[in-house]
């Protein structure tokens, strides 16, 4: 519009000095405010620079069991609408143990955050907030629970919150110069510690120990299970059979046990990979014996005894691991065998009064899923 009046305006100017001169009048110059342009019209003619898309990263550490499409599939329903691109990988095991080098080192033009998962124990999920150009990071921790769904709904509602609070047009300040002050203790991170809750451990394995001077070994299967309550304190239950095995030639004779143990122990370092175990149980065992060429040459037996227990439980994954145990048996009452003949009486086999017995077999967490623990399917795929 303005444009248009302008042109109007030097028109008219044009008509009124072509009608002086034809009229014998001298002409007047030109006003200069008609040949001046508006400038409001050139300045809004500068060109503009393209933003980046902001983008929000989000780091998968390997150890959670978490399906990298499934996570990707839960956010990006999550944050639909906000206008934030999204971008989920799975770390390295480097990049894991050291996740802030790692989202520094992330070169995304136009990163507004970067998040990580990583594990806190082995009943928690720790979810991580870092902004380019700061020097700390912001954390929360995530019950893990049984239901892979509802971690990766707290996940994907966590990471809207935070990633939508942030300002974008506020930028990090470069820090200032360091000052020499006296170190100050760390301040504790305000963070919600996750809930230890009890759980029950099954254990299928190897058990085998020294019984006699004939029967130096003795070997067979076990079973166990093994209850650890929040303090740490353990309940154990324990059968293990070992087969027939031979023992004295003269007469041949062999040897049959079954054992049950019920103890109470000690399961240190909960939150750890590797967690000791100390403690002591009773030990409750039958003795099966045959003896051929002798009449009534076969029978059972039964010994008791106390026993102190030490062990490791080593965690693969958030299910599974090994237990390794190592029991020093006392028998209190013993069963000693003994064959009677018309000269007398003859010892076939007699026990020793302190034996030692090793456990190791493959240990399952009950409770949940079995394999895959946290590979769930989203729960709204096309939000």
Do not use: C
């Not at 293990?240 to 031979?246: E, G, I, L, N, S």
């Amino acid at each position: 519009m303005d444009e248009k009046i302008s042109v109007w305006h030097d028109r008219a100017a044009m008509v009124a000095w072509l009608a002086l001169v034809l009229a014998g009048a001298p002409p007047s110059p030109m006003p200069v405010a008609d040949r001046t342009e508006d400038p409001s019209v050139t300045a809004t003619t500068s060109p503009t620079d393209d933003a980046a898309e902001p983008v929000v990263i989000v780091g998968v550490a390997p150890t959670l069991g978490l399906v990298e499409d499934d996570v990707r599939a839960v956010l990006s329903s999550h944050l639909a609408g906000t206008g934030l691109a999204l971008e989920v990988t799975t770390l390295t095991i480097d990049d894991a143990r050291a996740p802030e080098a790692w989202a520094r080192a992330v070169d995304v033009p136009g990163l507004r955050a970067a998040f990580w998962l990583t594990p806190e124990g082995t009943d928690a999920v720790r979810l991580q907030l870092w902004l380019p150009g700061d020097a700390g990071a912001w954390g929360r921790a995530l019950p893990s629970g049984d239901d892979g769904d509802a971690l990766l709904e707290s996940i994907g509602v966590m990471v809207r919150s935070m990633a939508t609070s942030i300002d974008p047009t506020v930028r990090p300040a470069a820090p200032p110069p360091p000052a020499v002050v006296a170190p100050q203790p760390p301040t504790p991170q305000a963070t919600a510690a996750p809930r230890r809750r009890a759980r029950i451990d099954a254990s299928l394995g190897y058990v085998g120990g020294n019984v006699a001077r004939s029967i130096p070994w003795h070997s067979g299967v076990g079973l166990r299970v093994h209850a650890i309550l929040p303090r740490g304190a353990t309940p154990m239950l324990g059968i293990a059979w070992a087969p027939p095995v031979a023992g004295p030639d003269d007469p041949p004779t062999t040897l049959t046990r079954v054992a049950v143990d019920l103890g109470l122990a000690a399961t240190l370092r909960r939150d750890a990979r590797v967690q000791p175990i100390l403690g002591g149980a009773a030990v409750v065992e039958a003795v099966g014996w045959r003896v051929r060429d002798v009449t009534e040459g076969r029978g059972w037996a039964a010994r008791f005894g106390l026993a102190a227990v030490a062990g490791l439980d080593v965690s693969v994954s958030r299910r599974v691991g090994l237990l390794l145990l190592g029991r020093a048996d006392a028998w209190v009452a013993n069963a000693t065998l003994v064959l009677e003949t018309p000269s007398g009486r003859d010892t076939l086999l007699r026990p020793h009064a302190v034996a030692g017995l090793v456990w190791a077999g493959l240990r399952v967490r009950l409770h949940g899923s079995f394999f895959h623990p946290n590979r769930a399917r989203p729960r709204h795929p096309g939000r």
